[in-house]
């Protein structure tokens, strides 16, 4: 399967690179022993029974309102959570079951690019020592080849020449610079997945294409995967071969990217795609108004957990909750 994005043309094959089976992520409250919750134990249903599959070189995104339960399935998906319950295939090995050597072992394969770039890096080490250090921590090379290995990472996230900054700390750099030793620092063990939480977020707007062409780049250049969080719609777009709409720590609607934005079928889809703002003035868009705001994950409600802020909601919606099922090339969770 090709894909041709603004970037350049972009070959992925099918094979089956992760794979999430009905995960589950919970996280426990403390019980009340005061009032009518007395005894009882809560959770808060932060991803509640997930299913999907991301292919070698796929871009898959992950989008939703906040709480809907992306970073939590994202860093379920590398082991940085551990899931309630589900499984986690990485080329078909069961990630849940793998001693901690496997599993050391196996992070070599997959990394993470943190939202904020200066929160994620060490202020108090060098940039040569964060981008070598996985490499000396995995025992791949130390001394002046991790040197070497460094400055060879930087030029490739186009930081050059890499010597010159080497022995300088991340507070010497811009929002962007810092985004790119974020990149390097996941590259520098040719993982073959990499999750990207809101790479770009962070960044002011004229610095989010660089970065953003950038991750084209690589990818086309060594074949990685991503996953990807974004709530800014338009970047999703641009990236993405396949996205996953998540609603209060449901799959609500998956398919392929383009697909999606120009024939969504989920009425949440629907209301998503409708507040991304249209720069012509000229251009009228019918608008979509949600009732209310979302339901606690605490206390979800019964039936479709979209039903009491969907305007088409129906009867049946309040009593049974929805499957996925195929309509015109899309998984969609809905009984309308």
Do not use: W
Not at 61 to 90: C, D, H, N, Q, W
Not at 156 to 179: C, I, K, N, T
Not at 257 to 284: C, M, W
């Amino acid at each position: 399967m090709t894909k041709l994005h603004r970037g350049g043309v972009v070959t992925m094959t099918m094979e089956r690179l992760i794979e999430v089976e009905n995960l589950k992520v919970h996280f426990p409250l403390s019980t009340s022993y005061f009032g009518p919750m007395r005894g009882r134990s809560r959770y808060v249903r932060a991803v509640d029974g997930i299913s999907f599959v991301v292919h070698k070189g796929e871009t898959f995104s992950l989008v939703g309102e906040t709480g809907s339960g992306k970073t939590t399935t994202a860093r379920a998906m590398i082991r940085l959570i551990e899931p309630t319950s589900g499984r986690i295939l990485f080329r078909g090995k069961d990630m849940s079951a793998l001693s901690s050597e496997e599993m050391r072992s196996l992070r070599r394969k997959i990394q993470i690019v943190f939202q904020d770039p200066f929160a994620s890096l060490n202020p108090r080490k060098t940039v040569g020592e964060i981008v070598g250090r996985p490499l000396a921590v995995h025992g791949l090379t130390r001394g002046s080849e991790m040197r070497q290995e460094a400055i060879q990472l930087l030029e490739m996230v186009g930081l050059a020449p890499g010597a010159q900054f080497l022995d300088r700390y991340p507070h010497e750099f811009s929002g962007g610079q810092r985004q790119r030793i974020g990149v390097a620092r996941a590259l520098a063990l040719k993982p073959e997945l990499i999750v990207l939480d809101e790479p770009v977020s962070s960044l002011d707007i004229s610095i989010r294409s660089q970065i953003l062409n950038l991750l084209q780049d690589l990818r086309a250049r060594f074949g990685l995967a991503y996953v990807l969080i974004a709530h800014d719609l338009s970047v999703v777009r641009y990236l993405s071969d396949k996205v996953a709409v998540m609603y209060l720590g449901k799959t609500v609607e998956i398919a392929e990217s383009e697909s999606l934005f120009i024939n969504p079928k989920h009425p949440y889809t629907k209301a998503l795609l409708a507040s991304i703002p249209i720069p012509d003035p000229s251009v009228r868009r019918e608008k979509i108004h949600l009732r209310g705001e979302m339901p606690s994950p605490i206390n979800v409600p019964t039936g479709c957990r979209f039903h009491p802020r969907c305007p088409q909601a129906k009867p049946t919606c309040r009593e049974l909750e929805p499957a996925l099922q195929q309509i015109d090339g899309h998984l969609v969770a809905c009984h309308m």
